[in-house]
């Protein structure tokens, strides 16, 4: 996952976001594609962008659910502080994945509380057999959340910093303070903060904020998640009473050498090993035969409970795709279609516009009932002309 908050939401880059994609959302395309990476969802309100990735194999196995937006500014009308949530289910389990910007400053933080429980009671999803949030197998939750270290001034506060006590500030850290008084809060699991806070600082720079404000450091980048069912306690690796389900943070760090922002980023690496609860995807494709630029067929078999619709597509891919658009072409399944079974159907693309290359391939059924890839090809290749020579009684023969 990436997120972002304080984008540049300024009228023109709206309007220009929306008619292309987003830098922000191009870059990160840029370079995770190469690593076979592939953007499943995002979702974006005004300065908030979460992106969702996703190794290719395992498109079959993630639905999207649904995609969401909270505004929490000017009463619950503006969108500059607030969360963006996209829900999904991973290999059977329902996952949520929440980014958010609460309010500034450090006298607001009874305001962060309700916008936090405002956000929370916002992202259930109507429609599907476990709708509340809370009874979801994951939630991940991060972002500006802007809470401060109250009581201690600002000489002590960098004083500590500089001495590496970060546990003298951890006491006075109000996030730390509410999950001590609030069950429910307290449900939300963080690592250990030992890097130095990550706010605010003079930008282009290392140096904490020299202006005439001179606001206290604090840690406002946070990272949690919370494990249903989970007993509350100390520990960083949680297990689900009724299910395969385990989820482990490696690593929680700051990474000070970025200064474009007056914050520093902040990154969460966790390991998650699950007992799949889908372990068939419900579309396999076949690509028939010898793959040349022309027509080609291409065979898929459905699982009993799938419902196909007439607007279903089956998309043809270079690896290393950046997303599901990213085709190559494509061919509606109700269209071209060949024969069909209860199990079985055969389409044909027409690929003749595609340049020769050696570059591999793989097919993406999408289906629109479900918005997500159901089913996804082994890689190959698409053999050129060259590759095909004429015999004497004008039969095409592979060449050796």
């Given at each position: 996952?990436?997120?972002?908050q304080?984008?540049?939401?300024?009228?023109?880059?709206?309007?220009?976001?929306t008619?292309?994609?987003?830098?922000w959302?191009?870059?990160?395309?840029?370079?995770?594609s190469?690593?076979?990476?592939?953007?499943?969802?995002?979702?974006?309100?005004?300065?908030?962008?979460?992106?969702?990735?996703?190794?290719?194999?395992?498109?079959?196995?993630?639905?999207?659910l649904?995609?969401?937006?909270?505004?929490t500014?000017?009463?619950?009308?503006?969108?500059n502080?607030?969360?963006?949530?996209?829900?999904l289910k991973?290999?059977?389990?329902?996952?949520s994945?929440?980014?958010?910007?609460?309010?500034?400053h450090?006298?607001?933080n009874?305001?962060?509380?309700?916008?936090?429980?405002?956000?929370?009671?916002?992202?259930?999803i109507?429609?599907?057999?476990?709708?509340?949030?809370?009874?979801?197998?994951?939630?991940?939750?991060f972002?500006?959340?802007?809470f401060?270290i109250?009581d201690?001034?600002?000489?002590c506060?960098?004083?500590?910093?500089?001495?590496?006590?970060?546990?003298?500030?951890?006491?006075k850290?109000q996030l730390?303070?509410?999950?001590?008084?609030?069950?429910?809060?307290?449900?939300f699991?963080?690592?250990?903060l030992?890097?130095?806070?990550?706010?605010?600082?003079?930008?282009?720079?290392?140096?904490?904020?020299?202006?005439?404000k001179?606001?206290?450091?604090?840690?406002t980048?946070?990272?949690?998640?919370?494990?249903k069912?989970q007993?509350?306690?100390?520990?960083?690796?949680?297990?689900?009473?009724a299910?395969?389900?385990?989820?482990?943070?490696?690593?929680?760090?700051s990474?000070m050498m970025?200064?474009?922002?007056?914050?520093k980023?902040?990154?969460?690496?966790?390991?998650m090993?699950?007992k799949?609860?889908?372990?068939?995807?419900?579309?396999?494709?076949?690509?028939?035969?010898?793959?040349?630029?022309?027509?080609?067929l291409i065979?898929?078999?459905?699982?009993?409970?799938?419902?196909?619709?007439?607007?279903?597509?089956?998309?043809?891919?270079k690896v290393?795709?950046?997303h599901?658009?990213?085709?190559?072409?494509?061919?509606?399944v109700?269209?071209?279609?060949?024969?069909?079974?209860?199990?079985?159907?055969?389409?044909?693309?027409?690929?003749?516009?595609?340049?020769?290359?050696?570059?591999?391939f793989l097919?993406?059924?999408?289906?629109?009932?479900?918005?997500s890839?159901?089913g996804?090809?082994?890689?190959?290749e698409?053999?050129?002309?060259?590759?095909?020579e004429?015999?004497?009684l004008?039969?095409?023969?592979?060449?050796?």
């Open positions: 996952m990436r997120s972002l304080e984008m540049n939401c300024g009228i023109m880059s709206l309007l220009s976001d008619a292309f994609e987003d830098p959302s191009s870059f990160f395309m840029d370079v995770l190469p690593l076979s990476f592939v953007k499943v969802s995002s979702v974006r309100m005004q300065g908030l962008l979460l992106l969702v990735f996703a190794k290719y194999q395992h498109l079959p196995f993630i639905q999207i649904s995609t969401k937006s909270t505004p500014g000017l009463f619950g009308y503006w969108g502080k607030g969360g963006v949530n996209i829900c991973l290999y059977g389990y329902y996952v994945i929440i980014n958010c910007h609460l309010p500034p450090m006298a607001n009874v305001q962060r509380l309700e916008h936090f429980d405002r956000i929370l009671e916002m992202q259930n109507e429609g599907h057999s476990i709708p509340n949030i809370l009874d979801h197998d994951l939630i991940l939750w972002g500006d959340m802007n401060r109250e201690l001034g600002l000489h506060v960098r004083e500590a910093i500089k001495n590496r006590c970060y546990c003298d500030l951890w006491q850290d730390s303070i509410a999950k001590r008084r609030d069950p429910l809060l307290r449900e699991q963080e690592g250990p030992l890097f130095p806070p990550t706010y605010k600082f003079d930008k282009n720079s290392d140096n904490y904020d020299t202006s005439e001179k606001r206290k450091p604090a840690w980048d946070r990272i949690l998640w919370r494990l069912r007993p509350p306690t100390g520990s960083h690796t949680r297990r689900l009473p299910s395969d389900f385990y989820l482990s943070l490696k690593s929680y760090i990474h970025y200064t474009v922002s007056d914050h980023p902040v990154t969460g690496t966790f390991d090993e699950l799949p609860l889908v372990c068939v995807p419900l579309i396999t494709l076949v690509p028939e035969g010898l793959w040349t630029t022309e027509d080609m065979s898929y078999f459905l699982t009993p409970d799938f419902i196909s619709s007439s607007w279903d597509w089956i998309g043809l891919y290393g795709f950046r599901i658009n990213d085709y190559v072409c494509y061919v509606w109700k269209d071209n279609e060949v024969s069909f079974s209860d199990e079985l159907n055969q389409v044909y693309i027409n690929i003749s516009d595609i340049p020769e290359t050696k570059d591999q097919l993406c059924y999408y289906s629109n009932n479900l918005r890839v159901v996804i090809s082994n890689p190959f698409i053999q050129p002309h060259a590759f095909l004429k015999d004497p004008g039969e095409a023969q592979p060449q050796i």
